[in-house]
């Protein structure tokens, strides 16, 4: 279950008919509303209720194989436009590392707003022929969408060059366009949440993924199971408990 009601479904509308560039400001203008400790919590609240009262228990929610938690509160039916929480938690031993997220971009333009914590932003992109690089393993990704499993397809090896990190710190909006490449990392000892929304789709059937291991050689389907409506709930009453709203 999702938030559902025409204030959000006008809301959407309204943003998915501008340009490319003027969506990403408001978008962004959108989230700077939507953080404010009261409007968040509001909208937790009857996220909430929604997720325990619907008698449909929708199956977009799960934990993320890049690490982290993600929580659907809504999805457009008209423009796919989605609004969902990425919640890392801290690493329950000691000293422990994150693994390091496979590298990929996306079928959408999205824009974040960091809630708690921290995370560094990697960007790379393709090396050309001749140029050095890292070298990764390079998948096509099939978006999940309410499937409980994902598809990749081989293309091969391929290199990447890294182009920049940015540091994106709790209170700050940042956008990001389809088509960068991109990881992010996060503390390991820290709980870190974003609120993000993803623009409307840009078209492809499928985004890229490079990993530094094999997920097989040919195609592989992984599966991806959705998260039960009490843990939804347990994720986002921690979430406020680590706000304070
Ligand atoms: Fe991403």
Known sequence: MTLYNPE????????????????AVSVTEELQRLVQPSVLAAMLDEFIYGTLHSAHHHTDSYAHDNGF?????????????KMRLHL????????AKRPRQNVHNHRWDFSSA??????D??????ATP???????FHYRYYARGSKEHYDVESRGKTKLVSIG???????????????????VDTPNDQFVATLV???????????????????????????????????????????????GI
């Open 114 to 119: 960091v809630l708690v914590g921290y995370a």
């Open 197 to 243: 929304i993803t623009h409307e789709n840009v078209g492809w059937v499928t985004n890229d993924l490079l990993s530094e291991r094999s997920l097989g050689s040919e195609q592989a389907t992984l599966p991806s199971p959705a998260m039960t409506r009490q843990k939804i709930v347990e994720k986002i009453e921690n979430l406020r408990y680590q706000m």
């Open 8 to 23: 959000w479904e006008e809301r959407f509308l309204r943003l998915a008919l501008l340009e490319r560039k003027a969506k």
């Open 165 to 183: 990190t940015e540091r994106v710190t709790e209170g700050s909006i940042y956008s990001i366009e389809g088509e960068v490449l991109h990881r």
């Open 69 to 81: 938690d993600k929580i659907v509160l809504f999805q457009d039916s008209e423009t796919k436009m």
């Open 130 to 136: 001749d140029e050095e690089g890292e070298e990764y």
């Open 121 to 126: 932003n990697h960007s790379y992109r393709f």
């Open 88 to 95: 890392w938690h801290p690493l329950a031993i000691p000293n």
